[in-house]
């Protein structure tokens, strides 16, 4: 390759001036933009002390949130009572009632518990029983303290006092976080194996809790005698106290999605349900099994799903019916503001000063008033997506009239046709499929707009998506819900689209 | 007309021409009257079921409308410019309602900036930070998504598709996560908004790209430019002008967006909006729509006149890309 010379080189730079000598302005614009971009985020990060925020941000509940969008988390404590064990469960448990999940093994042994002797409620009522079973001697455990006393007092007549009784009482639970992590409990003893490390723990109950080694890297003690807390990633965690043992056990998916805990239906599988359906007895003498379980599928306490889907149908609505006023207010009111057809410039400059109006007042704020005007609901959002949209039509529409070809326009006026004759055929078809296109792209996006302005009150999918995002607790309930608001704005953009490009094809073909 | 339609008697084959002419012409307006049915049938049924799950009904509600705006009009007719600038009002009784001062953000012993003054400022920032991130992101991902540029279809369909997640997100979703992990503030907002501009620039940035003219990228590579220098100096020169102009108009609806955002948790003038009609306080509302209302129409003129700077007169309209 031929190198040049500085004479060549300079002859190449003579004959390009505009670029070898630039002005200053030319040369340094771009970095001192680039520049003043950079100082100005510097100042944003001070001004929303963004570094704070971020560090103070809970980012440990962020991840559990997420996760609670696929899945679910099942909460059973195990609490140390005197000499044996309690497995409780939160009253909505994913599992329904006296739920009996396979991955939590139990030992039951007689063992005997002093009891105060007016009490006697629920725990010696049971006791009663067991002290029969206690003739059988123990079931299966090995550590249960030996039966010394002699049975409880005669179950007629409960007696005054401090009283000991034998019941048959869970002694030992296995559960099985995943497949290769479990909880042993025992009263006064906890161990934990995950993988191939175990750590064992000592409980004094109501007291303290001191591991016996070193605790592994996934288990944390804030304090010595304090709670340990141990994660299994994402298949849960537990935190062992003193007085009990609170473990989260997450499970993939959405449970309980088709028929909640108090169905009947429950728990069946679908061949079972299909079969119960087409051939099974009632299950409520009033209505048909078939009836029932459409019933409790809509009515289902958790997802809610007829409310869900109403909500929804509320939000397409919305933006349909708002989009479609829209149109046709602004249609006639934009041949008023275009300035060829309608040559009055007050009228015009009324007209699109109208259309800055309704546009500029933020659909928020319309959404705010008519939410006070006619109360929470749909009839807020249609108004105040038309308000907003009749200004943005209307400016969009007259603008597409100001730049129509006049020939055909003058080809009709030529014949003596009648000034709305003249409209109709000399510039309908022109605009037609523009105003028609340019309605379906706002119809598309204003599905999106509904759902924003719902939260503030205007009705629809918006005020629910807000609502179960304030528990906390609900982020199943939200994907779901975003799930749904995904397809509807992907069918209803592939409409918009699908229409668009035919009104396209149609008017560049005529 | 029909006097001057002489009967000439059709020959065969005009018989037929007209005949199938009717035909179609009949099937066409039974077409047209059918989806004109199926509109008006939907309509009613929507108006129908809007009106049945409202909280109030339309014509129950429809009397009361009035009332509502006559309860914001202001005591007087400078109470609007005091709450604006948060003088003191001398209806002042102690409630909320009156407390304008109250608000002031002091920025030296005695020179402040009025509440709501401080909190549109506040919107707009969210508005342009979300901008500026967002279109460097936009910029970043639309070269990716070019069919000119990008001959790997997976990458393309990736860009796409992911692109088209973050534009279809529902916005308040986004800022209700992060204010779960935030707490209240601007932040939230911030990300929300940032994440749908992302998306729909993205989108209209790499339609332009695909619309540029390839020579230059093509000199560029008979010289043997890479990928990189070919899309700097044989592309972005040719669309930046577009995707400036873009992004202004991303700002003017960002700037809205981060309004309704701030309405719900975000912070913002739109917070002092949402509380200050909900709580019926007619001269501080008035005061913050007129504010939100005046400066909506400055950034948009400011836009409008930037943009026609920018790419000339030649129409923009919103409804091509966006």
Redesign the interface.
């Known amino acids: 390759m031929a190198l040049l010379s500085a004479s060549e080189i300079g002859k190449v730079a003579a004959r390009h001036p505009a670029l070898f000598k630039r002005s200053f302005a030319q040369r340094f614009t771009g970095s001192l933009v680039a520049a003043g971009?950079a100082l100005?985020?510097v100042f944003?990060w001070w001004?929303?002390s963004?570094g704070t925020?971020?560090s103070?941000?809970?980012?440990d509940?962020?991840g559990n949130?997420l996760a609670d969008w696929v899945s679910y988390e099942v909460r059973p404590d195990v609490e140390f009572a005197e000499s044996h064990l309690v497995i409780s469960y939160p009253r909505f448990s994913p599992l329904g009632e006296n739920p009996q999940p396979g991955w939590v093994t139990t030992e039951r042994a007689v063992v005997e518990r002093v009891v105060n002797g007016p009490d006697t409620s629920k725990g010696s009522g049971g006791g009663q029983d067991s002290s029969f079973g206690s003739l059988l001697g123990p079931v299966g455990g090995d550590t249960a303290p030996a039966a010394e006393r002699e049975p409880a007092a005669t179950p007629e007549s409960p007696e005054r006092g401090p009283e000991t009784v034998r019941e048959e009482e869970i002694v030992r639970t296995v559960v099985e976080i995943g497949p290769t992590a479990a909880i042993d409990i025992r009263p006064g003893r906890v161990t934990v194996t995950r993988g191939t490390e175990i750590l064992d723990v000592d409980i004094v109950r109501n007291e303290s809790v001191i591991p016996r080694a070193p605790l592994p890297a996934w288990a944390q003690q804030r304090a010595t005698g304090g709670k340990i807390i141990v994660s299994f990633g994402f298949s849960g965690r537990a935190e062992i106290e003193s007085d009990e043992v609170k473990i989260r056990h997450r499970f993939w998916g959405w449970e309980n999605f088709v028929f909640d805990t108090n169905s009947p239906f429950w728990g069946k599988s679908f061949g079972e349900v299909v079969s119960l359906i087409a051939a099974g007895p009632r299950l409520v003498p009033e209505i048909s099994n078939f009836a029932l379980a459409v019933n409790n599928i809509l009515y289902n306490a958790e997802w809610q799903h007829a409310d869900v889907w109403?909500k929804l149908?509320?939000t397409i609505?919305?933006a349909?019916?708002g989009t479609?006023f829209a149109s046709l207010l602004a249609f006639p009111l934009a041949f008023a503001a275009a300035r060829n057809i309608t040559p009055n410039f007050f009228a015009n400059q009324v007209f699109k000063r109208l259309f800055?109006?309704l546009r500029?007042?933020?659909?928020?704020?319309w959404a705010?008033?008519f939410t006070?005007?006619?109360?929470?609901?749909?009839?807020?959002g249609?108004s105040a997506i038309f308000f907003t949209d009749t200004g943005?039509f209307g400016k969009?529409y007259s603008?597409?009239l100001e730049?129509i070809d006049d020939k055909q326009r003058e080809g009709v006026r030529s014949v003596g046709a009648a000034p709305a004759v003249v409209q109709r055929y000399g510039v309908l078809p022109q605009v037609l499929p523009v105003f028609l296109?340019?309605s379906l792209?706002?119809w598309e996006?204003n599905t999106?707009s509904a759902?924003?302005?719902g939260?503030?009150g205007a009705?629809g999918i918006?005020l629910k998506?807000?609502e179960a995002?304030?528990t906390?607790q609900d982020w199943e309930n939200?994907a779901y819900m975003?799930v749904l608001?995904?397809i509807v704005?992907?069918v209803f953009?592939n409409i918009s689209n699908f229409f668009r490009q035919r009104l396209m094809e149609g008017s560049s073909r005529s | 007309m029909t006097a001057t339609m002489t009967a000439t008697p059709l020959s065969e084959t005009g018989h037929l021409v007209e005949r199938h002419w009717r035909e179609l012409a009949g099937r066409r307006r039974m077409y047209t009257l059918l989806g004109f049915g199926v509109f008006i049938a939907?309509?009613t049924a929507?108006?129908w079921?809007?009106?049945e799950?409202?909280?109030?009904k339309?014509f129950d509600?429809l009397p009361?409308?009035f009332d509502?705006i006559s309860m914001l009009v202001p005591r007087d007719g400078w109470e609007v410019w005091r709450a604006m600038f948060d003088l003191p009002s001398p209806h002042f009784d102690g409630s909320l309602k009156f407390d304008y001062p109250e608000g002031r953000v002091y920025l030296t012993e005695t020179l402040y900036l009025p509440e709501y003054f401080y909190k549109m400022i506040?919107t707009l920032?969210?508005a342009?930070?979300s901008t500026?991130i967002g279109f460097g992101a936009g910029f970043l991902l639309c070269f990716l998504a070019a069919r000119n540029l990008v001959a790997n279809r997976w990458l393309r369909f990736f860009v796409r598709r992911f692109m088209e997640?973050l534009r279809?997100?529902?916005?308040?979703?986004i800022s209700?996560?992060f204010?779960?992990?935030?707490?209240l503030?601007?932040?939230p907002a911030?990300i929300a908004v940032t994440i749908h501009t992302i998306g729909a620039l993205g989108k209209m940035f790499f339609e332009v790209v695909e619309n540029a003219d390839m020579r230059p990228e093509e000199g560029l590579r008979a010289a043997g430019g890479n990928w990189t220098e070919r899309v700097w100096f044989g592309i972005v020169p040719q669309v930046l002008p577009n995707f400036l102009s873009y992004g202004l108009l991303r700002f003017e609806i960002n700037v809205?967006?981060s309004?309704?955002?701030g309405?719900?948790g975000g912070g913002g003038i739109?917070e002092a909006?949402?509380l200050s009609?909900?709580r019926g306080h007619e001269a501080k509302t008035l005061a913050i729509?007129l504010l939100?209302?005046t400066t909506?129409?400055v950034v948009?003129q400011f836009s409008a006149w930037m943009r026609k700077r920018l790419v000339g007169s030649q129409?923009f309209?919103?409804?091509r890309g966006?």
């Not at chain 2, 799950?53 to 109030?56: D, E, F, K, P, V």
């Not at chain 2, 279809?168 to 979703?173: G, H, N």
């Open positions: 971009i100005y985020l944003a001004f929303f963004i925020v971020l103070n941000g809970n980012w509940i962020a949130y109403i149908l509320q609505v919305m349909f019916v479609v800055d109006f500029s007042v933020d659909m928020l704020i705010l008033f006070r005007a006619f109360g929470p609901g749909p009839l807020a249609i943005t969009l603008e597409t730049n296109s340019q792209y706002f996006s999106r759902t924003i302005i939260a503030v009705g918006g998506l807000w995002m304030r906390n939200v975003v608001i995904l704005v992907f953009d | 939907a309509m929507s108006l079921f809007a009106n799950t409202n909280a109030g339309f509600r009361y409308f509502f506040e920032n969210i342009a930070v500026l997640i279809a997100f529902p916005e308040i979703v209700g996560f204010l779960a992990i935030f707490s503030g601007a932040v911030m809205r967006a309004t309704i955002i309405a719900v739109g909006l949402r009609i909900s729509v939100l209302f909506i129409v948009d129409a309209e919103f409804g966006a």
